[in-house]
């Protein structure tokens, strides 16, 4: 099976408020991870797997973004930039990002922009083509910040595990795969809880899952984590 889906959509209009003082004069995905934007670090893997063209929906200090990246000739792929209003929830943000791009591709990526990963589109792709969906997740294997604790009948602890992944319970990673079909399903809000919900009981959501590199920039405490991970892996940084 040959991989045909050549767009994506990021949104990246986040304030990134858990950085505090470091979004006051620059938005989210221009914060450095070793030197390089969180966003540049994403368009770099994109046309590592072959997408050419990038939608990415704005908000916050929308300006640098776009003066930082221009129309994404630098970078080998062609940028279309959107607007949205940053107090929105995800689901207006990609309403917006594919209604004001007019997108009409049949099958686009999605994504949120403060996330790197080594994830094969090819693989994600093939398999959200070979299931005819209209929304595909990629899933990474559920993770906490705290310790777990196993019981037993009586209440006695069995088992204590240090923070990490928990068994194998799957969470969303926040990529996903999106047939055009997705349109009739966008209102508003967030789209976990509006459009996903929606798809799920009408069937017409798959997941496919991901073992490798996922690492989340949400605060000081994941760069640092980003940045120490990304440093060991010899030769791989996006």
């Known amino acids: 099976m040959i991989m045909t889906i050549k767009t994506a959509v990021i949104i990246a209009g986040g304030r990134g408020k858990r950085f505090e003082e470091r979004t006051e004069d620059l938005p989210k995905p221009l ?54 209003d940053e107090n929105g929830g995800t689901e207006d943000a990609f309403k917006a990002a594919i209604e004001q791009s007019g997108i009409d591709d049949e099958n686009f990526y999605a994504m ?8 094969s589109l090819e693989d994600f792709g093939n398999t959200h083509i070979k299931n005819g969906a209209i929304v595909t997740l990629a899933t990474v294997n559920l993770r906490t910040n705290f310790g777990v604790i196993n019981l037993d009948e009586n209440g006695k602890i069995t088992e204590f595990k240090e923070k990490g992944e928990v068994g194998d ?18 209102e508003g809000g967030n789209i976990e809880e509006n459009a996903f919900r929606k798809l799920i009981a009408e069937k017409k959501m798959h997941s496919f899952h991901h073992n490798g590199i996922w690492l989340t920039i949400n605060d000081k405490k994941e760069l640092k984590h980003a940045e120490e991970t990304l440093k060991k892996l010899e030769g791989i940084d996006n």
């Open 31 to 84: 914060i450095p991870v070793n030197d390089k934007p969180i966003l540049e670090r994403i368009l770099e893997w994109l046309v590592k797997n072959g997408v050419e063209r990038v939608i990415i929906g704005t908000a916050y200090k929308k300006e640098m973004i776009k003066n930082y990246f221009g129309d994404g000739n630098d970078f080998g792929i062609k940028i279309i930039y959107t607007e949205h």
């Open 169 to 186: 319970k799957k969470m969303n990673s926040g990529f996903y795969i999106f047939n055009k079909k997705i349109k009739d399903f966008l």
């Open 112 to 119: 949120n922009g403060d996330q790197i990963t080594d994830l």
